[in-house]
C-alpha cells in the first residue's frame, strides 16, 4: 500500500486566455471533471474559474503521474466542450498547465481561495494572479505560458 497526502491546486486556461468558458453552462463541466477524477481514483476538494480558466483543488492517487492526470482531464474536457453545445467560443485549452503542491493543513485555505475566484478577480488579473503564484513559489514562467 502507498499512503500520500498532497493536494495539488491545477490552473488550466484557455487557448490564448480567450473568455470561452460560458459561465451560465459552467457547472456542466465541473461536473464532467468531477466524474474524470473520481474514474482517476483522486478525491476533488473544489473547482472554480472564469470564463479563461480553471482551478482544481483535488488529490491524486499514488498510481497516477500528475502529467498523465491533467492531460485526461484536458483531453476530455476538450472533446466534451467542443461537443456539448454550451460552450460555442471554446477551441482548445492553452498549452501546459499550473500545478502546485500543498500540505493538507492549508485545504481550507485553498478551497475558500478557489471558491472565491469571481471576487478575486474583481481585483486582481488572471495574469497578475499566475505571475503573482508563480514568484510565491519562486518559479521563473515560461512567458509562452502566460500568453499562448
Avoid: C
Wanted: zero cysteines; a positive charge; proline letters at 2%.
Amino acid at each position: 500500500m502507498s499512503y500520500t497526502q498532497i493536494l495539488y491546486h491545477i490552473v488550466l486556461r484557455t487557448k490564448y486566455s480567450e473568455k470561452t468558458l460560458a459561465q451560465q453552462n459552467i457547472s456542466s463541466l465541473y461536473k464532467y471533471i468531477w466524474g474524470i477524477i473520481q474514474n482517476k481514483k483522486g478525491k476533488l476538494y473544489r473547482i472554480n474559474g472564469m470564463e479563461d480558466h480553471i482551478h482544481i483543488l483535488s488529490d491524486l492517487h499514488p498510481s497516477i503521474a500528475l502529467a498523465d492526470y491533467v492531460k485526461t482531464i484536458k483531453v476530455a474536457t476538450s472533446l466534451w466542450l467542443k461537443q456539448s453545445g454550451d460552450f460555442p467560443e471554446f477551441k482548445n485549452w492553452g498549452e501546459g498547465y499550473a500545478a502546485f503542491t500543498y500540505s493538507f493543513k492549508e485545504k481550507n485555505i485553498l478551497i475558500n481561495y478557489i471558491k472565491n475566484q469571481q471576487e478575486h478577480h474583481r481585483k486582481e488579473s488572471f495574469d497578475d494572479e499566475l505571475r503573482r503564484i508563480f514568484r510565491e513559489y519562486g518559479i521563473k514562467p515560461d512567458e509562452r505560458f502566460l500568453v499562448d
